[in-house]
């Protein structure tokens, strides 16, 4: 693959910013992760739909990077274009009991927009370090909400490059999943329905829960948020405190001592220290419990 090649492809294209072995630990919250062979990001739909035509005319594979909240890159780095939405993706609109919203807008920015608006549904999201497109295609929740509560529709480009719309009851939502998951589609916004709400009761509500995360999870580190599923029956973090594994170290990688279920950047630990530490954590559990967990967070790139 000739990426310099098609690097000057797009350049001539589009206005938002290409290059080359692009670094993404400082699009990660982990703040880890290797090279990107070619990193583009489009700064509105146009962009972004030329990007992906000529991506499939070089047949380069690509990928797109949202917030990287729940997202392991490699130490290698991604052989691939990497695709970050710019600027034009990065709003919110209320209007009536609706909000149209960008998938690169916050959930922080879009709980905000919601809270002005009195609009009440969204409470649950606003400490969720992450991007509206990333919420929708894992369906995240927090604190009995998740983005299948309030999304009415998305929309997103298919795998044949086309612009389409689905309704938020046909996104196949269930636990950290949606039909994104599956095939190459990338979310370009979404229409979300609330209900009115007193302003006050909202602000307390968002804040409730933010001083609730933050004093049970591992905020001052860099982290993926939960790193791994939560297995029927059980809670991941219990298993894992419950097996004595609270503060086990490899590397730079660290199970936090104050939320189990965390593998956390303790000391600039890498990819693998990361792997590693998930390997040994899952052996433990397994040995111990009988229980296998699965790895919530998302681990791309070259091995």
């Known amino acids: 693959m000739n990426f310099q090649e098609l690097k000057n492809q797009i350049q001539s294209k589009i206005f938002g910013e290409v290059a080359l072995n692009y670094p993404l630990s400082q699009h990660t919250s982990f703040k880890i992760g290797g090279d990107a062979d070619l990193y583009v990001c489009p700064n509105n739909l146009m962009e972004l739909i030329t990007t992906v035509e000529l991506c499939k005319q070089a047949d380069a594979p690509y990928f797109l990077l949202g917030a990287g909240s729940n997202l392991l890159i490699s130490d290698k780095g991604i052989r691939s274009v990497v695709i970050k939405l710019g600027d034009g993706f990065d709003y919110a609109h209320a209007k009536g009991d609706y909000i149209l919203a960008g998938a690169g807008v916050s959930l922080a920015k879009l709980s905000a927009e919601a809270k002005n608006a009195e609009l009440t549904g969204l409470e649950f999201a606003s400490g969720i370090p992450g991007s509206l497109g990333g919420a929708i295609y894992m369906n995240a929740g927090a604190y009995g909400g998740e983005m299948k509560d309030v999304i009415t529709e998305v929309s997103y480009i298919d795998d044949d490059g086309t612009v389409k719309t689905v309704a938020g009851c046909d996104c196949d939502f269930g636990y950290r999943e949606s039909i994104f ?56 973090g219990a298993l894992i405190e419950s097996s004595g594994l609270k503060g086990t170290r490899i590397g730079g990688a660290e199970v936090s001592e104050k939320h189990a279920g965390f593998i956390i950047n303790a000391d600039n630990a890498t990819a693998k220290d990361v792997c590693d530490l998930i390997a040994h954590v899952q052996k433990v559990v397994k040995e111990k419990h009988g229980v296998d967990l699965e790895p919530e967070v998302k681990i791309i790139g070259e091995e």
């Open 181 to 236: 998951n599956k095939g190459n589609k990338i979310i370009i916004s979404a229409k979300l329905t609330l209900n009115k709400g007193n302003k006050e009761e909202i602000l307390a509500t968002m804040r409730d829960l933010n001083a609730r995360r933050k004093e049970k999870q591992p905020l001052e580190y860099p982290s993926a948020g939960s790193t791994f599923r939560r297995p029927e029956g059980y809670f991941a």
